[in-house]
């Protein structure tokens, strides 16, 4: 089993949650282990089988380390490639999806704006404060920190950039 109960888990497409328990349920006639994942921010409950927790992208949380190196990748500047914004909001959405968090951390970087830059558009807004919210609860959870201290966190490195 790569997860215990009270272990915290990284799900894709959802973010942090916390693994309840291992349950077994009978589905369409077949006995199934199940991952029971609560997600506390979404008021949401996920069941993954067990031999599908791996294809469906579930891990554990990141270490300390690759945490680092994500806190890295924030402090470096800032590459907005010159395509389309569609285009480019369908890579970053890709990249939060991932559940990577330094392909996360690039996005929260790409679309950061300091008080100097000019207004984002709303659907770039969204996208950043999704990719941000995606960084911090895993950065609060990996830190056993609030999700609150982890943004801040996050929102000193990108101002002193």
Do not use: C, N
């Not at 008021?43 to 890295?72: F, Y």
């Not at 907005?80 to 996005?107: C, F, L, N």
């Amino acid at each position: 089993m790569p997860f215990t109960a009270g272990d915290f888990v990284v799900y894709p497409a959802h973010g942090v949650g916390k693994v309840l328990e291992v349950e077994k349920q009978t589905i369409a006639g077949h006995e199934l282990e199940l991952f029971v994942v609560s997600f506390e921010r979404e008021r949401m409950t996920l069941r993954i089988p067990v031999t599908k927790a791996k294809t469906s992208g579930l891990r554990k949380l990141s270490t300390k380390k690759a945490m680092d190196s994500a806190l890295t990748t924030l402090k470096g500047r800032a590459r907005v490639k010159r395509a389309m914004w569609s285009r480019r909001a369908q890579e970053y959405e890709a990249k939060i999806i991932s559940g990577d968090p330094v392909a996360i951390a690039e996005v929260v970087r790409d679309l950061h704006r300091s008080a100097t830059q000019p207004e984002q558009s709303f659907s770039e807004r969204q996208i950043y404060e999704q990719a941000l919210e995606r960084l911090s609860h895993e950065l609060a959870a990996v830190e056993q920190i609030e999700p609150e201290a982890a943004t801040e966190k996050l929102e000193k490195l990108l101002t002193a950039a």
